[in-house]
């Protein structure tokens, strides 16, 4: 099972890394939503301490991700035309200013609002700055807005992604599950040469 993502296949790192990744971003994304409308009390303080240490473990994640790629470039997207190449692109990007910004945002979004970021109450990240009101605000607009936005990307990337398996039936889905066996043949994306 090799560690590093080839020309064709993802390797166990990088799927590690994108599973892990797409569970604590859904699971952010559902939590985030769901705490938001509860009555100020101790299952909102709850949410709110677990919503905060997924996202820091989001961002390591993030991070290592950006080390990897560099050992470890991804391999090329499959495109069946040029336009589904750039959207294909442009939704991945999204999904890693994403992995960078809401964490950020969030934490920008804490400090500013007077509360600690903490990791299951095992460290706390550095405090960036102290209370200011419009900062907070700021941060809260760009941390909520993106969130719901992110929804609709991420929608468009799991039917991006089921469309090249049940429709183009190549191996963009099995590649990232491990399970691509035609390691060599796999063509490079068609339109990005
Ligand atoms: C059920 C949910 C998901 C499915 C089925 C899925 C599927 C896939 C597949 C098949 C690829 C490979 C695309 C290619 O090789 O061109 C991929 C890549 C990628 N996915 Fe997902 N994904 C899911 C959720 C997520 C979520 C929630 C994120 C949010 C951050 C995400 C971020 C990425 C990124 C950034 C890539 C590019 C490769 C990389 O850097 O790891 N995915 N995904």
Known sequence: ???????????????????????IFIGLLAIGLYMTGLEKGDDKQALYALHKS??????????????????????????????????????????YLAMLGMPISGWIMSNSGGHEVSFFN???????????????????FIHSTFGFVLIAIVLLHIAGALKH???????????????????????????GK
């Open 122 to 140: 095992m460290f706390a990240l550095p405090t960036l700055m102290g209370e200011h009101e419009m900062t907070h605000e700021i941060s809260e």
């Open 1 to 23: 099972m090799p560690l590093k993502n080839s020309e064709q296949n993802y390797g166990i790192v990088s799927r590690a890394n994108h599973w892990l990744t797409a569970f």
């Open 54 to 95: 997924m996202g820091i473990a989001l961002f390591g994640l993030m991070l290592l991700r950006l080390v990897w790629l560099k050992i470890s470039p991804n391999p090329e997207q499959l495109s069946k035309n040029k336009f589904e190449h750039i959207l294909g692109h442009a939704v991945k990007g999204l999904l």
């Open 165 to 191: 398996h049940f429709v183009y039936k190549d191996v963009t889905l099995l590649r990232m599950v491990g399970k691509n066996k035609a390691t060599d043949t796999t063509e490079k994306n068609s339109e």
